[in-house]
């Protein structure tokens, strides 16, 4: 049963009177119990992705298509009091930039435990008591002290922990974690990996990992959603994408890893670009028309979304 179903969701941007797709008929759909990762290059709609599920797409940017739907309810029709309800008690977020993300004018254990009190209506004390509990949960040690610290005084391990105890402080059902790794060294990112590996079956969530490092995603994902200029291009079986990825996009992602998890297929290694471009303004046909080695006249013209039997799908006419 699916959790989250997205359904040809398109956001625009208008710039000096050029629209931008930064999203554009993008279909996804996170199930329970199950890690989906969204994994893309910078820019090609994964964080707009996340804040359009959570309405918080900014002011310059407006949903003009599709449907969201959260347990069978749509999200894109609920009063602005619902969305309070449901950001956080259902669906909690992990930003991509903790020192941005938090207020850097409060302190860290008060920014748990007021999630709480707006959700729960809990007296201050007892707030803070599940606040404490909650940094133990996500594994930071002198929870006392650290409560009265203040983001800067934290350490980018120690911000990127009390990020995911704001985030699972309501006990959501769905945890959407933007580039939770970004900017730690390589050692706090393992660490951070375990936790969420681990939190995940301690809390029942389901979670959405969106990154552009391939290594999380052969770690930690059961689903793998490539996308491209606003568009999935391929979804598939984590290590069936790894084992034998069809769009020539894919391979690109593959073969620039220094080390391919599983056994991959020959064709990866062999893969090479044609040209450095992208063509993002198409208003037709394939977005990655202008890098494919293997494009043909009729690419321009169309993009086909093949459902193939072991349950993938593909946006190539190949």
């Known amino acids: 049963m699916s959790l989250l179903s997205i359904e040809n969701l398109q956001v625009f941007f208008e710039q000096k009177n050029t629209v931008i797709k930064a999203v554009n008929g993008l279909d996804l759909a996170v199930h329970e119990g199950e890690t989906v990762a969204l994994v893309g290059e910078s ?4 964080s707009m992705t996340a804040l359009s599920i959570l309405r918080l797409v900014p002011s310059s940017g407006r949903i003009v298509n599709g449907g969201i739907l959260f347990r069978d309810q749509n999200i ?3 009063t602005p009091k619902e969305m309070q309800q449901l950001r956080g008690k259902r669906i909690g977020l992990i ?5 941005g993300a938090l207020n850097p004018v409060i302190r860290v254990g008060e920014q748990i435990a007021e999630v709480l009190r707006q959700h729960f209506q809990y007296p201050r004390k007892e707030a803070k008591n599940e606040a404490l509990s909650m940094m133990r949960t996500v594994q930071l040690t002198d929870v006392e002290k650290i409560y009265d610290k203040y983001p800067h005084q934290l350490s980018g391990g120690e911000r990127q922990r009390i990020l995911i105890a704001i985030a699972l402080a309501c006990r959501p059902q769905l945890l959407i974690a933007d580039e939770p790794t970004t900017a730690l060294d390589v ?3 393992s660490q951070i990996l375990d936790l969420l590996t681990s939190l995940k079956k301690q809390f029942n969530l389901s979670l959405l990992l969106i990154t552009h490092d391939l290594g999380i995603v052969a770690q930690i994902a059961d689903r793998v959603a490539v996308m491209y200029a606003g568009k999935i291009v391929e979804q598939a079986g984590t290590p ?7 769009h020539p996009y894919t ?3 593959l073969h620039a890893m220094p080390k391919v998890p599983f056994e991959a297929s020959d064709k990866i290694h062999k893969f090479e670009t044609k040209t450095n471009e992208t063509t993002f303004s198409m208003e037709s046909g394939c977005a990655f028309a202008g890098r494919c080695p293997v494009v043909k006249k009729q690419c321009s013209e169309t993009v086909p979304v093949k459902l193939i039997d072991d349950g993938r799908l593909l946006r190539c006419i190949h």
């Open 43 to 46: 820019g090609s709609g994964k």
């Open 240 to 246: 069936d994408l790894f084992q034998d990825p069809r």
């Open 187 to 189: 050692t706090i990112q």
């Open 95 to 99: 930003m991509q930039d903790p020192l």
């Open 76 to 78: 894109l029709a609920f």
């Open 251 to 253: 391979q690109l992602l």
